[in-house]
């Protein structure tokens, strides 16, 4: 293992390369969670129990979800309580997602002791002021220390004022607009304030982590939303990046202004972030049967509607909405196509990222979405991953031969044999 040691004061990137050698038996995942009202209590318990479930493997890497009502630097030391020095990398999250539940109001953690599996961590910070370059930067670092079978790119961003779809044409210009990147930005909660990132042990919030897997092993990745379109399609106009100006040549708020019957300073009191959650955009994708989400973030003094990530290149574009049913189905779509990418292969484990509105949408029953990933792909394969303020994933991934995008109200599935 080699690990660069940093000065907190000083630090702009560090890098960490882990080579596990082949120990002739699966990777292991344990899965720890705590609701204990005190910071430090609840991040020693679920370290405590996700480590205690490794036996006597060497823990390799933890991966923490954090919800924003602990403090979080005081659940991080928690957790370094039992842990000890063993990489670190996690992100705040309102809720995870595990193969034992999905937990609000929790500190998870993930302790895996890998079996073929070897990985290289980077990070940078900096990414709300230069998304793209910083996240360059992380992927180039953990590029130069992985393995030829280089596999998968897990990437944690912070979501707070940055255009999260920079962020990945950064890892993409390092590794390839074809190469699978999954993970998401970081949340918080629903007030859309900081978002915090950890790596280990130490609290950030202007960070990209970068987890580069590789070795022999095989990926199945699925990805889907369910939100349907209201109305008629419309004309993108006039955009410019993440900022939709214009749609049908009036100035882009007024979409919402006719659908939902209010103007816009009723959009603004009410917060159009929080509206966007459930009535996202759906942009219909040149020589695609298919519909990128986004959501608005804010709206500007000409009507305009800024987005957390780049307008894509589309046909036209819809007001959506969500329906229970029709989302539960995709999550299903999503855990099916990614066991299909998986050649027919038995899971080991698996990571499920999912955006926040979904949350949102199932707040009653978060785990009825859980439910139905474990239906298609069986009640016994480990499970870790968290709610998102959007997700990296493929529209398609027929042999990764799609490309990957930033992604609203999307779900994502990825599964992993050995």
């Not at 063993?86 to 034992?100: L, Q, R, V, Y």
């Not at 589309?314 to 999503?334: P, V």
Request: hydrophobic share 40%.
């Amino acid at each position: 293992m080699i690990y660069v040691k940093h000065d907190r004061k000083t630090l702009t990137h560090c890098m960490l390369l882990c080579n596990i050698a082949n120990k002739a038996m699966a990777t292991k995942i344990g899965i720890g969670y705590s609701q204990n009202l005190d910071s430090f209590s609840a991040g020693k318990e679920a370290a405590r129990l996700a480590t205690y479930q490794l036996g006597r493997l060497k823990t390799d890497l933890i991966i923490a979800f954090i919800s924003p009502i602990f403090e979080q630097d005081i659940a991080l030391k928690g957790i370094r309580s039992i842990a000890n020095e063993a990489p670190m990398i996690g992100s705040s999250s309102i809720a995870s997602i595990t193969s034992k539940g999905s937990f609000k109001d929790s500190v998870t953690i993930c302790a895996i002791s890998f079996d073929s599996i070897n990985f290289s961590i980077a990070f940078q910070e900096g990414v709300r002021n230069n998304p793209r370059s910083v996240s360059t930067s992380v992927a180039r670092k953990a590029l130069s220390n992985s393995t030829i079978q280089r596999q998968l790119y897990m990437m944690l961003s912070d979501s707070f004022g940055v255009n999260s779809s920079d962020v990945l044409i950064g890892a993409h210009e390092i590794l390839g607009t074809r190469f699978p990147v999954i993970g998401g930005a970081s949340a918080h909660n629903f007030q859309y304030k900081k978002t915090c990132q950890y790596f280990n042990y130490h609290l950030y919030e202007d960070l990209v982590i970068g987890l580069l897997l590789s070795g022999n092993f095989t990926t199945g990745i699925g990805s889907a939303h369910g939100w349907q379109r209201i109305g008629r399609s419309h004309d993108l106009t006039k955009a410019k990046l993440n900022i939709i100006k214009e749609i049908d040549r009036r100035p882009a708020i007024a979409l919402y202004e006719d659908y939902l019957g209010k103007d816009i300073n009723e959009l603004k009191n009410e917060g159009i972030a929080k509206i966007g959650a459930s009535f996202p955009l759906g942009m219909k994708l040149r020589e695609k049967e298919a519909y990128l989400l986004r959501s608005p973030v804010d709206i500007t003094e000409d009507g305009g509607l800024v987005l957390n990530a780049n307008v894509p290149e589309c046909e036209e574009i819809n007001l959506m909405i969500g329906d229970r049913d029709s989302a539960l189905n995709a999550a299903k779509k999503a855990a099916r196509e990614a066991l299909e990418n998986l050649k027919n292969l038995t899971p080991s484990f698996g990571m499920v990222y999912s955006d926040i509105s979904r949350f949102q949408l199932f707040r009653k029953d978060p785990q009825i979405e859980l439910n139905a990933i474990k239906d298609i792909i069986g009640e016994n394969v480990p499970l870790i991953g968290c709610y998102t303020c959007g997700v990296y994933a493929p529209i398609s991934v027929a042999e990764y031969t799609q490309q990957f995008y930033f992604q609203n109200q999307t779900l994502s599935v990825t599964l992993f044999s050995e």
